[in-house]
């Protein structure tokens, strides 16, 4: 079992910045992949970035190359969301999961956080 706890969600203005944090508690952190997925309202969850239990390999969605970056501390239990230039369409909740391997869909990922809100004004 795996318990994960989002946090550093909140208001920022468009071409801000945020760092999502997301705490794992649980066994065998170090050997799950980890994922970052944001829900819109009215919108289907969407994957955002991914990095492998080793940190050797890391995704991000074409939406948030270049301006999002994903990275983990294995000795912390964490894995963390850098947002750079937000856009009021990055606004959504911010999901952290974990999976046996690296996933880019929701139904491969076996635990998630609760979500953390980031709302982009214009």
């Known amino acids: 079992q795996v318990q994960l706890v989002e946090s550093g969600g909140g208001l920022v203005q468009a071409g801000g910045s945020l760092r999502l944090s997301c705490a794992a508690s649980?066994?065998?952190?170090?050997?799950?992949?980890m994922g970052w997925f944001r829900q819109a309202p009215g919108k289907e969850r969407e994957f955002v970035a991914v990095?492998?239990?080793?940190?050797?390999?890391?995704y991000v969605a074409d939406s948030v190359k270049g301006r999002f970056t994903i990275s983990r501390d294995n000795a912390k239990n964490t894995v963390y969301l850098q947002m750079n230039s937000l856009k009021p369409g990055d606004t959504a909740v911010y999901y952290c999961?974990?999976?046996?391997?690296?996933?880019?869909?929701?139904?491969?990922?076996?635990?998630w956080g609760q979500g953390t809100q980031v709302t982009v004004s214009s």
């Open positions: 990095i492998s239990s080793s940190t050797s390999s890391a």
């Open positions: 999961a974990a999976a046996q391997a690296r996933r880019l869909y929701a139904e491969g990922y076996d635990y």
């Open positions: 649980g066994r065998s952190f170090s050997s799950y992949a």
